[in-house]
């Protein structure tokens, strides 16, 4: 445990990754408390997602260290699956198990890493399911789904580990714009039920208004972080202002 | 020599060979599925060390004739004390080749299964081992459906190859019933017919499984 982390429940410091000649992330550090959501902006290929897998080493970060209540994430002694099944992860293109109905996505967790039994991790997924409102479709397949449908199952599968906090990458980009709605509505609830979360993300309607924090990424840098009033109305840094202007410009201040 | 000779009463005996044949076969199959699933997640996610000796045993068996596999099997081995029966010599051989080949198409079904799948796993928290028995091989299994029936139905025809070792299988039986009768045409067509029967009740079975197990959005496309 270190100093000043007590009350985080996540810590990252220093984090660097390159990718052969590219280094993607130079050095990021940030905190996360309990029941915070912190969206994390800044233009494509700015390592963004890069951070968010090196979080829970999906991506295995070259230097830096993480932890998660104060248990160091980046140890080699650590058992990485279990720290993993804390963690909840949502995909851009939601990668749901395509062998598996929504309820099967679902309890899959639950059953095989929770060890839970079956009956009750089929009443817990099918809970999930009516949660982000999809319990009608429990028993169809991925490809009988929409977009906004999937990435809702694939948020519920996230919620029935019980996480401490969930990573969201991009959970929109690869939505038509009409069923962008429904995902943002249930991250919304989320976020108000108190889930502590990470999300990275284009929507600054959202971002404004969930975010308890906002992140501003750029070359693998944090190049300015605060609360969402200061960087949209006052930020201090010129790139921060020129990003904000050009990508209200392309997806609207819209979603409330 | 004119007509068509054949009697009824070799038609027990051609049983007797019909059902030796499912017997290698079935043997054999199963054999190979298991080596062969085992071969293919060797070479996906092996790692050097176990990937290249899986790769060279593919390339062994696929790339010398079965016949010869079959004689090192059977007159082969004894020179080092292995003495298998004609039965186990025709399995053994018949379920080495074919653990190639299957490798070979669960790999490509392997690979088939998306990227995001494997991570998607991971994120939860399984292990590897996890992730590829109940995430990857659920999938790969469905999409190698078509490609691992022609091998089976390959098979069930290859193994007429047993007759030369003296087992009386299908091809066996007819070829003593035709040296005694001299019957050759006759007893060929016949045991032909037989093949035929079997290679149609196989590829109408599998062809049955592949819809009970089909998944939407998985499996080969343009199936009906």
Redesign the interface.
């Known amino acids: 445990m270190r100093e000043g982390t007590m009350d985080a429940l996540l810590v990252v410091e220093d984090i660097h990754k390159r990718y052969g000649k590219e280094e993607v992330l130079k050095g990021v550090s940030f905190q996360l408390r309990k029941g915070e959501t912190k969206v994390i902006i800044g233009p494509s290929g700015t390592g963004k997602s890069t951070l968010l897998r090196c979080i ?1 080493r ?1 991506t295995e970060p070259d230097r830096g260290r993480v932890w998660l209540e104060g248990v160091e994430v980046t140890s080699r002694k650590v058992d990485i ?7 909840g ?1 949502v ?1 851009q ?1 939601f ?5 598996l109905t929504a309820l099967g996505n679902v309890r ?2 639950p059953m ?2 929770l060890g839970m039994r079956k009956e009750e991790a089929t009443k817990l997924a099918q809970e999930e399911l009516a949660r982000v409102g999809l319990a009608d479709k429990a028993d169809a ?4 789904l929409s977009g906004g449908q999937q990435q809702r199952v ?1 948020i519920a ?1 996230a919620l029935a ?1 019980n996480p401490k906090l969930i990573l969201f990458d991009e959970p929109t980009s690869a939505l038509d714009p009409e069923l962008i709605g429904e995902v943002l509505e249930v991250m919304i609830q989320l976020a108000k039920d108190g889930m502590t979360m990470i999300v990275v993300t284009h929507e600054m309607g959202f971002a404004r208004s969930v975010a308890d924090e906002i992140i501003f990424m750029e070359k693998g840098v944090i190049v300015e972080q605060g609360p969402p009033a200061q960087l949209f109305s006052a930020p201090k840094h010129p790139r921060t202002a020129e990003f904000l202007s050009k990508i209200t410009e392309l997806y609207g201040g819209t979603e409330e | 020599m004119t007509g068509f000779y054949f009697e009824w009463s070799f038609l027990p005996k051609l049983a007797q060979g019909l059902l030796l044949t499912v017997e290698i076969t079935a043997a054999c199959i199963a054999f190979g599925f298991v080596l062969g699933v085992l071969l293919a997640l060797g070479r996906v996610y092996g790692g050097r060390l176990i990937s290249i000796p899986c790769g060279i045993y593919i390339h062994f068996f696929r790339g010398t004739p079965l016949l010869t596999q079959l004689f090192i099997v059977y007159f082969g081995l004894p020179n080092w004390g292995i003495q298998l029966s004609a039965f186990l010599s025709g399995v053994l051989a018949l379920g080495l080749n074919t653990a190639a080949y299957q490798a070979e198409y669960f790999r490509g079904a392997i690979q088939a299964v ?1 990227r ?2 494997m ?9 590897r081992v ?1 992730a590829i028995f ?2 990857i091989l ?2 790969a299994f ?1 999409i190698v459906i078509p490609s691992w029936s022609n091998e089976l139905i390959l098979m069930l025809k290859y193994s007429s190859i047993v007759y030369s070792i003296a087992l009386l299988d299908l091809m066996g039986m007819g070829k003593r019933i035709a040296a005694r009768n001299f019957n050759y045409f006759e007893v060929f067509v016949v045991v032909a017919l037989f093949y035929l029967v079997l290679v149609l009740a196989l590829s109408q079975s599998l062809r049955w499984l592949e819809r009970r197990v089909r ?4 499996g080969a496309p343009g199936l009906r």
């Open positions: 829970n999906l699956n279990r720290i993993r099944a804390q963690i992860f995909f293109d990668n749901l198990f395509t062998h899959l967790g095989r890493v397949f991925p490809a009988q694939s599968r580990m | 998306k995001g799948q991570m998607a796993a991971r994120a939860l928290g399984m292990s996890q109940h995430v659920p999938q469905r998944v939407p959005g998985l």
